[in-house]
């Protein structure tokens, strides 16, 4: 790289990128996206009410109070040419018009599975086959631990075999980084064609 070549890639501003996270409700999308942006994410939480009562199974995470109710944005610099501008969706049915509006444009979206609950992220996957848009199956480890194993969850979601499927924690930075460089290498294979 000659020295005016490595000057103009220093001053050129990361090239900006798209990604979505999405799942069911309360599987970590909101504190994904908060433990690996880089600003302060903006956020549409509200207090879960009496009315998602018999709405929004919380039996699994009975700590949760609030919900996401329109969309969360985060940012990460991968590095000094790449910047991802990350979408979390909604996760309850009921906001599911949104979806659209949140993905559209995404290189590739990153769907959090909680495997206590597979039926959850159902709809995530199905909506992303549907779209096109390459996806990744995440797998939150809630507690530290797997509920079912990687090949197990594969075989329960019935995802075509180029999709990854991988193990992260919502909680680290850098699990959740790992998982979305697992989504762009997938997004960048496919339109390779190999």
């Not at 909506?127 to 509920?147: H, K, M, Q």
């Amino acid at each position: 790289m000659t020295d005016a070549t490595a000057t103009a890639t220093a001053t050129r501003p990361p090239q900006p990128v798209k990604m979505v996270i999405s799942g069911g409700f309360g599987v970590g999308k909101t504190t994904a996206i908060g433990a690996v942006s880089e600003i302060e994410p903006l956020t549409t939480e509200a207090a879960i009410t009496e009315v998602a009562a018999g709405v929004d199974d919380t039996s699994m995470t009975p700590r949760k109070t609030t919900t996401t109710v329109a969309m969360d944005f985060g940012c990460l610099t991968l590095d000094p040419t790449l910047k991802l501008y990350i979408f979390g969706t909604p996760g309850q049915d009921r906001f599911g018009f949104m979806w659209k509006d949140v993905t559209m444009g995404a290189l590739g979206a990153l769907v959090v599975v909680d495997s206590r609950r597979l039926d959850d992220c159902f709809p995530a996957v199905d909506y992303f086959e549907r779209d096109g848009t390459p996806f990744a199956i995440a797998v939150n480890a809630f507690d530290g631990v797997l509920s079912h194993s990687l090949p197990a969850v594969r075989s329960a979601l019935d995802v075509a075999p180029e999709v990854p499927v991988v193990a992260f924690d919502a909680r680290s930075a850098d699990s959740v980084r790992e998982s979305l460089i697992v989504v762009l290498e997938h997004a960048l294979t496919r339109a390779r064609g190999y």
